[in-house]
């Protein structure tokens, strides 16, 4: 059983009240994935946002059909699959579980049904979810910026 002290870390639920969390994890649904097993792959239609409860999964990008470049490691405490409750595009990376991992899922439909039954609490989760995708995207948009240089300088070695 889920704990709502155990759910409160989640970012996604900073700000949330005790009996709000009630409410949510009654939504959340248990799911395992074995090692080396896909959450799901680049392209696939998005209807789910996880919460590792324990394990690590890698995310990755294909490139082409012979190349898949490490994006992240995710782990016990993150999220998996804001962006499609955002754009409700298809998954836009692959998720692969490198050790036995314990999930929850909230289905976007059950999300969209909180929108209707207490708006305050979904604005709180949007809000903590655009906040995750920006702390995420500034890490990201270091990265590049780290590696160009880097390319750069090696450029004018060269």
């Known amino acids: 059983m889920v ?3 155990k759910l409160q870390a989640y970012a996604l639920f900073g700000g949330i ?3 709000q969390m009630m409410c949510l994890a009654q939504l959340l649904r248990p799911e395992r994935l074995a090692q080396g097993a ?3 792959h680049q392209g696939d239609a998005a209807d789910r946002l996880f919460f590792i409860r324990q394990g690590q999964v890698e995310v990755l990008n294909r490139l082409s059909d012979e190349t898949e470049v490490r994006l992240a490691l995710r782990q016990e405490g993150d999220s998996i699959g804001e962006m499609a409750m955002i754009d ?3 998954r836009s990376a692959t998720v692969r579980a490198l050790e036995p991992v314990e999930l929850l899922s909230i289905r976007y439909r059950d999300l969209s049904d909180l929108y209707q039954r207490d708006p305050q609490l979904y604005t709180l989760i949007l809000m903590n979810l655009a906040r995750e995708l920006s702390r995420r995207l500034r890490s990201m948009d270091a990265a590049v910026a ?3 240089f880097c390319e750069m300088d ?4 060269g």
């Open 3 to 5: 704990t709502i002290d």
């Open 17 to 19: 009240n005790d009996q």
């Open 38 to 40: 896909y959450l799901f």
């Open 88 to 90: 409700m595009q298809c």
């Open 146 to 148: 780290s590696s160009l």
């Open 154 to 157: 090696h450029l004018a070695e």
